[in-house]
């Protein structure tokens, strides 16, 4: 399968990522998979993001 067709399918929510496979994207993007991970969870904006790392340390 090419990429293209991986990243469609991604998208479509036809297949999904692994861990191992998110942690390798990561590394090739310079981004950590908590970074990514914390994004996915609360959105792109500040307030989500607050809300859930305050999850985060309650829990």
């Known amino acids: 399968m090419n ?3 991986y ?3 991604l998208e479509r ?3 999904s ?3 191992q496979t998110l942690t ?7 981004v950590h998979s908590l970074t990514m ?4 969870f609360s ?5 989500g993001i607050r809300q859930l790392l305050g999850r985060i340390r309650h829990e």
């Open 3 to 5: 990429n293209c067709t």
């Open 7 to 9: 990243s469609s399918s």
């Open 13 to 15: 929510d036809v297949k």
């Open 17 to 19: 990522l692994t861990v």
């Open 24 to 30: 390798e994207l990561c590394e090739v993007i310079e």
């Open 37 to 40: 991970l914390t994004l996915a």
């Open 43 to 47: 959105g792109a904006e500040q307030r």
